[in-house]
């Protein structure tokens, strides 16, 4: 009785404020539903998420188009031809079909990162090129902010206002932080004993096989690709089976800034599901390190993968992730 008054309570409110507000300012076209009604509220709205301001999903104002895996500069379907729905979590819906990687197509984005790793331009370029790139990828980010935040919040469910007003600008400004960082990577002369010269020198390790989870989907993306690239590497990514979308969006993106010297030295990996996950933390020892963000979530999980690297005995990074706490754990 108590909740059903409380629901009751709350859906009068919503629409006193729906009524209050009607004249205020105009609101993004991000935030208009089709019939050109408000989709948000400033304030309390935006705070405090009620039934009645739900009852008519926004329609979000961006196109699903690329869906496939990138691999070696090209997107491409699964070579099993398998595709797995991702969903609205508004509604349950299904936004679009993702291709669903599996041991195929990882040995394939390996062998790829690996060549261009080993015979590329992109590890060999100056500090200088490399940061120039990353900038202007930056830049073409910020151009696209209201499209990548519609996207993000369509797949991922989070606030709107959240994705367009921080965590898309904070991956500009992170991809802007680590282009900073490229020509300021050096190396050391250290002071010995006797007559002898020793130097300490930062080279690319290889190839990042990077795995991320579903929460911020584009934080992750932009704190594990972004130090990589920065640094000279190639890299094999999985995103999250749950929010596949925004990191493709990005990945598109990264064909207009025309760097096709990166795009044929990255490979950007895209696949579904704790199999596909099993095979990635089995791949072959052409990955030079594993990074992991979800793998201390599910104890099975991190147990596959400590499992790859005493078989390969490549460095690992674990990023824990609970409630109350986020620890990293290198190896």
Known sequence: MAAATRRAA?????RYLLARTAASPAVPSALRRPDGTRGLLPGVLQRFGTAAAAEEPISPPVQVRDTQLLINGKFVDAASGK?????????GEVI????????????????????????GPWPRMTAYERSRILLRFA??????????????????????????????PMVARLMRYYAGWVDKIHGL????????????????????????PWNFPLLM?????????????????????QTPL?????????????????????????????????VVLSMPA??????????????????????????YLSPLQLHRISKGNSNSLST
């Open 10 to 14: 709350s859906s009068l409110v919503s």
């Open 189 to 212: 002369v250290v002071p010995a004993d006797g007559p002898h010269h020793v130097q300490v020198l930062y080279e690319p390790i290889g190839v990042a096989g990077q795995i991320i």
């Open 83 to 91: 595709t797995f729905p991702t969903l609205d979590p508004r509604t």
């Open 286 to 311: 052409h990955v030079s390190k594993i990074f992991d963000s979800v793998a201390l979530v599910i104890q099975k999980s991190g147990q596959l993968t400590t499992k790859w690297t005493e078989n």
């Open 221 to 241: 993306f932009a704190w594990k690709v972004g130090p990589a690239l920065a640094c000279g590497n190639t890299v094999v990514l999985k995103t999250a089976e």
């Open 139 to 168: 830049d073409l980010i910020e151009k696209h902010n209201d499209e990548i935040a519609a996207l993000e919040t369509w797949d991922n469910g989070k606030p709107y206002e959240q994705a367009a007003q921080i965590e898309v």
């Open 246 to 278: 925004s990191a493709l969006y990005v990945a598109k993106l990264m064909h207009e800034v025309e760097w096709h010297d990166l795009l044929k030295n990255s490979a950007l990996f895209y696949s579904s599901g704790y199999k596909c996950r099993s």
């Open 96 to 119: 679009a079909h993702v291709a669903e990687g599996d041991a195929e197509d990882i040995n394939r984005a390996v062998a790829a990162a690996r060549k261009a790793f080993d015979e």
